[in-house]
């Protein structure tokens, strides 16, 4: 039993047929080839499949494709954008995350980054900081020490009015 | 801070990690992020009793076996995981020894449809009794280390000391679960996988099908975090996946879900440690007699190994004028422990480090004095007879940890069972494998140049986070005087690239860096001042290999279990400071500060994210990460429920290398991702102890242990 179910995905609109009740998270990895979103739990709890709907992060694994008809859906491959010259440039916390040793495996990554950018443009949501905005989020390499300072590194630099915060 | 040598290009610095633009925008690709199509996906069918004997196995109705791939037993060509011991099967032979124990294998196309056939597979068993605990089984192996008569030491001395101490078991939680797919091209297999060993899957594929080395071929994909837990347990993963792969003659996946992983993979080792200590009145220690016990599960996979390492840590980094070290492992009916980041040395430094504070409490004496007095020195001898060759450095390390962490008016102003405490411990963590390992692997590395003026590093070595890319590129560039741009890295198949020997032990950076250094080195002599482009144009190709070689004078004796242990050893001083909540006994663990001796450190960005990441595992290992055995196995293997540390419990960490450089490391680096899992759990177990005025001897102290 499937069904069509329309959202935006990394600005563009998308049209799956899916279960209503497939995991948005298999939606993006199977049906949208997307794989940059991961599974690392599939209970909530890692926060691995971090996307971000409708403004908010949101963990993928816990939620059916139905729920997104009509949002805006963003994944980390969303996250770049184009240059003046056709190359593709990365986004600020990208970026900080490479140069200040943010992600090693990187399993972790595409969420954590998902999670940051949504408290970057919404730092009120969490207003216990960078630690709690990333509570969601399971690192088991990093210990979070440089994950925070990429987060804060990004935010300097935003501030600093750096082009891209988006 | 961290002195680098100003004549370096790349040594020293902190250049970016190679695979981080893939890793940060979710090109990197993971196993499971493959596609395949027309693959099977596949499910392992486990015992649900930890002892016993299979009676009968039932394929329940309304499920269409025939559209099934279904391997038992006797689809196995040799029954055998390939490891230390021919002991462990592929499937289970009829006698179940351990819970989750694998019994048979299926596939299907539709992954929906292998979850339903799973639960219509009903296995009755014959039960027995199971061993669940350390002593009552059988002794898998025994070391004994004897130095100096011990008891005469004991008779001399002042005071005797005895307590007994126990670490609990640690589940890896990489965040990225095991998985393999198989697919068979003619007679050869191809294997890509979440690993750190691709030489072992070799080997395991290799014996239990009966074929050439040159029909396997493994592929490492990026690879979502090992600590030890994807070094020998992706042997299984990957047979299954053959195995499955061989009977349909189709691509299989077999990719676990967390509850499986938690459930049936390799952990670290739980360990029993009775601990005896003499010592002098003026506090000089005189005699230790160690005896070190863990559980190692129901096969031996690599228990001996871990038993030796933590029975080689066990003298700690203080000098012993008498000591008896006694290791035993146990068989018993737990699925079995494996690898896991420090591999037996955290937790025979658990109980040396928390016995050293209780002595020096029981003398009144500072931890920090009493340990200035007990130092080890250059020139002072192991327990195994190891004389150690340079000067530890550790008074000036001690000092420099106690100024950061302001050790001495903290202790001065929280009282004893204030809520607040802070606790110290530290220790040593020798580099490499044990003993005369290192000359048994006979690892090898090769560097390659190209027509288009690039080379390639060759090395069996994997990436997983730890770095292996970056820091292999720094090193062969700066020895070959290239631009690091021109140094690559490849993804691993093991078709293209010698046996570098296994990723593990810390010796990644430190010892096959040392030989991409040393093939680098050579390749530089023989262009002899031309260009890569030139050389292979002349010459029609350009290759440099190398192989390890001892360092001269470093003798062991497997036999007397006597001699240099570990060509080097690094170095680590450990503050913990911790708050204890009054009402629900809650730990925080509020600071780990350190001074670290890894030697050279080739990129500190990446060094800080080792140690800091190990810190935290420790952390957690001593607070938090209990696992709960029922019956056999692990209950809480959940993320729900098994607690590793997150963003808002995470300690701060105040870090400060203080390096001395080995000159038998590459460019003077030691080991580095292991010893930092070491030493956090005594510092923290004695800060709570402080705290709440307690003598804790157990880990995790969760707070329901601290309360009962
Ligand atoms: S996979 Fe969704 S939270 Fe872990
Ligand atoms: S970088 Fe490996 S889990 Fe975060």
């Known amino acids: ?166 | 801070m961290t002195p680098s040598n100003p004549t370096y290009q790349y040594v020293g610095k902190s250049v970016l990690r190679n695979e981080g633009r893939n890793k940060v925008t979710g090109r990197a690709v993971y196993v499971d992020d493959i596609a395949t199509p027309g693959a099977l996906y596949a499910k392992t069918i486990r015992s649900t009793v930890a002892c016993g004997r299979i009676k009968d196995i039932q394929f329940g109705p309304g499920i269409p076996w025939d559209e099934f791939t279904v391997v038992d037993v006797r689809d196995i060509p040799h029954n055998v995981v390939e490891l230390i011991k021919a002991d462990q099967p592929v499937l289970c032979d009829g006698v179940v020894r351990h819970r989750e124990e694998p019994i048979l294998l299926i596939a299907h196309p539709d992954k929906g449809m292998v979850e339903n056939a799973a639960r219509e597979i009903k296995i009755t068993y014959e039960v027995e009794p199971a061993i669940l605990e350390i002593g009552p089984g059988a002794v898998q192996t025994e070391y004994l280390i004897v130095e100096g008569d011990v008891d005469a030491a004991f008779a001399s001395s002042d005071i005797v000391f005895e307590e007994t101490y126990q670490t609990g078991s640690q589940e890896h939680v990489y965040i990225e679960p095991n998985g393999f797919i198989a697919e068979w091209q003619g007679d050869r297999i191809v294997l890509h996988g979440s690993l750190q060993c691709p030489y072992y899957v070799v080997k395991a594929v290799k014996m239990c099908f009966g074929i050439e080395e040159k029909q396997v071929e493994v592929i490492q994909e990026t690879t979502g975090g090992g600590f030890g837990g994807k070094e020998e347990f992706p042997n299984v993963v990957a047979l299954h996946a053959a195995l499955l792969a061989k009977k349909s003659g189709k691509p299989v996946r077999l990719i676990y879900d967390r509850q499986e992983d938690m459930a049936c993979s390799t952990k670290r080792h739980p360990s029993v440690s009775r601990v005896k200590i003499g010592v002098s009145r003026d506090g000089v220690l005189k005699a230790l007699d160690f005896d070190f016990q863990i559980d190692a599960g129901a096969y031996v996979t690599l228990s001996p190994v871990v038993l030796s390492r933590g029975v080689l840590h066990a003298g700690g980094c203080y000098r012993w004028p008498a000591a008896r070290i006694r290791g035993r492992s146990f068989t018993t009916n737990s699925p079995p422990y494996g690898a896991f980041r420090g591999f037996g040395a955290p937790q025979s430094l658990f109980a040396t480090e928390c016995a050293i504070n209780a002595v020096a409490d029981r003398l009144g004496m500072d931890p920090a004095e009493f340990r200035r007095k007990n130092f080890l020195h250059k020139g002072d001898k192991m327990p195994t007879g190891q004389v150690l060759d340079v000067e530890p450095n550790l008074d000036a390390m001690l000092d420099r940890v106690i100024a950061m962490s302001g050790w001495a008016e903290k202790r001065a102003s929280m009282k004893k069972g204030s809520g607040r405490g802070v606790g110290l411990a530290t220790i040593l963590h020798g580099t490499g494998f044990t003993g005369s390992g290192e000359v048994y692997l006979q690892s090898r590395v090769a560097l390659a140049g190209r027509a288009d003026g690039k080379v390639d590093i060759l090395v069996g070595s994997t990436e997983i986070g730890q770095g292996t890319e970056t820091i292999f590129r720094q090193i062969a560039a700066e020895a070959l005087r290239l631009p690091m741009e021109q140094v690559e890295f490849h993804k691993i198949r093991t078709s293209a690239v010698p046996n570098s020997g296994p990723t593990v032990a810390s010796r990644t950076c430190s010892v096959v860096g040392r030989l991409v250094q040393r093939a680098a080195e050579q390749m530089f002599e023989k262009l002899d001042g031309k260009s890569v482009a030139e050389y292979v144009k002349a010459n029609g190709s350009l290759r440099t290999e190398t192989q390890f070689e001892p360092r001269p004078g470093l003798k062991w004796d497997d036999a007397t279990y006597k001699g240099s242990a570990y060509g080097a050893y690094s170095w680590m001083c450990n503050v913990a400071e911790v708050q204890v909540d009054p009402v629900t006994a809650t730990p925080k663990v509020e600071t780990i500060f350190a001074t670290v001796d890894i030697g050279t450190l080739i990129n500190p960005t990446l060094a800080y994210g080792q140690v800091e990441g190990g810190v935290a595992q420790a952390v957690g290992w001593a607070t938090s990460e209990k696992v709960t055995l029922r019956d056999g196995v692990m209950a809480n293997c959940q993320m729900t429920n098994y607690i590793i540390p997150t963003s808002v419990d995470a300690p701060d960490i105040q870090l400060e290398f203080m390096p001395t450089p080995d000159p038998f490391g590459a460019f003077g680096a030691k080991g580095v991702g292991e010893m930092p899992m070491d030493g956090p759990a005594p510092a923290v177990t004695a800060a709570i102890g402080h705290a709440i005025n307690k003598t804790i001897s157990a880990i995790p102290a969760t707070p329901e242990d601290l309360i009962s």
């Open chain 1, 1 to 166: 039993m499937t069904t069509n179910i329309t959202f935006q995905l990394n600005g563009r609109e998308k049209t799956v047929q899916a279960h209503p009740m497939a995991r948005l998270l298999d939606v993006l990895r199977q049906d949208c080839s997307l794989t940059g979103t991961k599974e690392g739990c599939g209970e909530g709890e890692c926060g691995a499949c971090t996307v971000i709907i409708d403004g908010r992060a949101v963990m993928s694994c816990m939620v059916p494709v139905c729920q997104v008809h009509g949002s805006k859906v963003e994944s980390i491959e969303g996250l770049e954008s184009m240059g003046a010259d056709g190359q593709t440039c990365l986004h600020l916390i990208q970026e900080a995350f490479i140069k200040c040793g943010g992600a090693q495996c990187g399993i972790c990554t595409p969420g954590m980054i998902m999670a940051a950018v949504a408290y970057l443009r919404q730092p009120e949501s969490a207003p216990g900081g960078v630690a709690e905005a990333l509570e969601g989020n399971l690192c088991r390499c990093t210990g979070y020490t440089r994950i925070f300072e990429s987060v804060k590194t990004a935010i300097d630099r935003m501030k600093t009015g750096a082009n891209q915060s988006r």
